[in-house]
Structure formats: structure tokens, C-alpha cells
């Protein structure tokens, strides 16, 4: 055997002993259910790599990210969304709906559960080939994290929307610009309130542009973890807006409804059988 094919070998098993040893001694585990898996094989289990795909795949409304079959879309745009006329962003893309356990997890445990690195780097990225499948992908010059309260921030293990932005930055080659925007109000969580009404009060007000917002005349792409209503994502716009951006997009990871309301439901295709 060649000399340096046998070094090939020896260093191989090498790995391969270390990695098991590490494994036994700091066994890894899937960053959305924590199960075991091997070393070397990612940060998601088998089961929960299938579920995301599945999120991933289901059909959206490219204006408004509503769950819905790709029939009901004319014009670029949904009927819910036709009828919103908050709704101030160009496009949006999105992984899948918070309905989806795995995804559920991913952002609980980014949230509150202070695993941060780990479902940042999986969440960002999904959101990254969530982006690449957007026709408007090449136009975005900034990413623009929600700003995250200096208090909201002391009781969170970590500012979620700038991790997000962070991670997907990385995947994607496209700067982050966090310093466009800040939190000049602390509200409750929107989580606590009931409508969507009370979503867009609570929100109201919330935020400020800083001094050097840095956006004029570019086209930015708005990063969030979770949208319900669409309340926070309008208000950011608007003053991205008023501060000079040409046009806005938004990047979330996952859509959801309000409590009360129907989860939205794709529709069946239509057949394409010959008759």
C-alpha cells in the first residue's frame, strides 16, 4: 500500500475513534426533539429532517405567506391578502406554518430555551433555501432584524430575530443591518393579546428609526421568527419606508393564525389526467 494511502487510512480511523468517543462522552442530540443521534450527522434526527422538508414543501401565497394552493393565487396575491390593505410588503418567504411540531420546537427553543447557536444555524438554514426559491432574491441589499426591547432582550437568552438574520446572512452573502431600527417602547408580548386589533395597538408606536438608518435607496428584507397577524411587520415597514428604503421584503419562518381562527388549508389541485 502507497504511503500516503495508508496515511489516508490511519487518519480516518483516527477520526472515526475520536468521533465515537466524543460521542459517548457528549452524546448529541436533535436540536427540535432531542433525541440521540450519531455523530457527524447533522443537527436534526431523521424523523424531524422529514418533517421540516414537508413544511418546506407545501404551497404559499407569495405576497402574504397564507398556506393556500397555488390556484387560488392571481396576480401575485391571495384573496385574504387582497382584502388586507395593511399588508405593505412586496413579497415574503417563509419555511412553514407554526402548526408544524418540529418547526414549533426549532423556535421555542430558540425563544426561551437558550439553545440558541444550534436552531439558529438550522432555522437560518431553512429560511436561506426558503429565500433562494424567491424570484426577488438577487434584489435584497440589507437584512433587517425586528428589534428586540433592551428589557424583552434581559429576560430572552438571546435577540431571536438577529440571530435569525445572523445565520441566514452566513448562508446567503447579504449583510445584516440591525442598527436601522430600534425598540423605543416595551409592550406585552403579542402572544398575550386576543385579536387582531389589539395585535396592531399593542405594536403601535413601538419602534424608531436611529439616527443612520443606513436604507435609503436599497432594498431590504424584513426578519422574523413568527407571523400572526402581520401587525409588527407593518409597522416596521412603515418606517423603513419613511426612512428611504426603495422596497421591502420580509423573511419569516413561520406563519400562523390568531386564536380563534381557522388555520388556513391549501386546496386541492386540480386533476391533470385527460379526460
Not at 417563509?94 to 421555542?108: C, D, P, Q
Not at 415597514?237 to 406563519?255: F, P, T, W
Not at 380563534?260 to 391533470?272: A, N, T, V, W
Amino acid at each position: 500500500m502507497p504511503e500516503t494511502s495508508r496515511l489516508r487510512t490511519v487518519l480516518s480511523a483516527t477520526r472515526t475513534l475520536a468521533g465515537g468517543l466524543l460521542d459517548a462522552l457528549l452524546p448529541q442530540t436533535c436540536a427540535a426533539c432531542e433525541a440521540w443521534i450519531p455523530a457527524g450527522r447533522g443537527l436534526l434526527c431523521a424523523a424531524c429532517r422529514q418533517e421540516l422538508g414537508a413544511a418546506a414543501g407545501q404551497n404559499y401565497c407569495p405576497h402574504c405567506g397564507r398556506s393556500i394552493s397555488r390556484l387560488t393565487v392571481h396576480d401575485g396575491r391571495c384573496a385574504g391578502c387582497r382584502a388586507e390593505r395593511f399588508w405593505n410588503v412586496a413579497g415574503i418567504a417563509r419555511v412553514g406554518t407554526y402548526r408544524n411540531e418540529a418547526l414549533r420546537r426549532l423556535l421555542v427553543a430558540l425563544k426561551f430555551a437558550g439553545g440558541g447557536n444550534r436552531q439558529a444555524d438550522c432555522l437560518g438554514q431553512l429560511l436561506a433555501e426558503a429565500l433562494r426559491r424567491q424570484a426577488w432574491r438577487d434584489e435584497i441589499e440589507l437584512l433587517v432584524p425586528v428589534p428586540m426591547h433592551w428589557l424583552r432582550r434581559w429576560q430572552r437568552p438571546c435577540d431571536h430575530a438577529r440571530e435569525l438574520a445572523e445565520a441566514l446572512s452566513r448562508r446567503v452573502h447579504i449583510p445584516v443591518c440591525a442598527s436601522a431600527l430600534r425598540r423605543v417602547r416595551h409592550a406585552v408580548s403579542q402572544t398575550r393579546t386576543r385579536s387582531r386589533a389589539e395585535r396592531f395597538r399593542n405594536v403601535r408606536g413601538c419602534f424608531g428609526a436611529t439616527r443612520r438608518p443606513r436604507v435609503a435607496g436599497r432594498t431590504v428584507c424584513i426578519i422574523d421568527n413568527l407571523l400572526v397577524s402581520g401587525a409588527t411587520i407593518h409597522e416596521v415597514s412603515k418606517l423603513l419606508r419613511a426612512a428611504g428604503a426603495r422596497r421591502i421584503y420580509a423573511a419569516v419562518v413561520a406563519r400562523s393564525t390568531l386564536p380563534g381562527e381557522p388555520e388556513p388549508r391549501p386546496e386541492p389541485e386540480l386533476s391533470q389526467s385527460n379526460p
